[in-house]
């Protein structure tokens, strides 16, 4: 079975830091392009950030750029995020999420996601 | 950046009834289109892609249509379970969703 199980998250002051990980099985990690998407109290999805299959490329979300580093460990079927400077808009639930076809890019649809990790953004 | 705009917001619908969502583009988008269904607590799933092609296990009430700028989402009679939130993505550019539809029972 196809499984993405995300960790880390948490109540942070802002300003702090936050290390997201995500743990993938069931599918060769390393051919797929992985995503992450949040979703804020009340709002909408909104895609964060995503890494191709070698870590050659990747692309962030204006909101987070500068800030948030995505990064991968292909030997441990894993996915980061590491999120600095953070702020309260910052605050949701983060999805780890598999691009639906294996390749070099990035953008693409999504075909198995997380249950998600909540990240709580307050002083 | 590509903007998606989702209407209605809301649909109040009985089961049984047959549903047509719909999602405009700020730009062309070819057919790089997706759809997502998704419940509170738990994990986006996905429907739809390329615009028409129903994902793996998807029944087959769920069809996609449109191409360019305009999309549909179509449930041909709304089960129980299909009391959702569902959203349209453009993956033509740098992924934007859509601000969602809420599909609620009258």
């Known amino acids: 079975e196809v499984q993405l199980v995300e960790s880390g998250g948490g109540l942070v002051q802002p300003g702090r830091s936050l290390r997201l990980s995500c743990a993938a099985s069931g599918f060769t990690f390393d051919d797929y392009t992985m995503n992450w998407v949040r979703q804020a109290p009340g709002k909408g999805l909104e895609w964060v950030s995503g890494i191709n299959w070698n870590s050659g490329s990747m692309g962030y979300a204006d909101s987070v750029r500068g800030r948030f580093t995505m990064s991968r460990d292909n030997a441990k079927n894993s996915l980061y995020l590491q999120m600095n400077s953070l702020r309260p808009e910052d605050t949701a639930v983060y999805y780890c999420?598999?691009?639906?076809?294996?390749?070099?890019?990035?953008?693409?649809?999504?075909?198995?996601w997380g249950k998600g990790t909540t990240v709580t953004v307050s002083s | 950046d590509i903007v998606m705009t989702q209407s209605p917001a809301t649909l109040s619908v009985s089961p049984g009834e047959r549903v047509t969502l719909s999602c405009r583009a700020s730009?062309?988008?070819?057919?790089?289109l997706a759809w997502y269904q998704h419940k509170p607590g738990q994990a986006p799933r996905l429907l739809i892609y390329g615009a028409s092609t129903r994902a793996t296990g998807i029944p087959a009430r769920f069809s996609g249509s449109g191409s360019g700028t305009e999309f549909t989402l179509t449930i041909s009679s709304l089960q129980s379970e299909d009391f959702a939130v569902y959203y349209c993505q453009q993956y033509n550019g740098w992924h934007t969703f859509g601000g969602g539809t809420k599909v609620e029972i009258k």
């Open positions: 730009q062309s988008l070819g057919s790089n």
């Open positions: 999420a598999k691009a639906g076809t294996s390749g070099i890019l990035i953008i693409g649809y999504m075909d198995v």
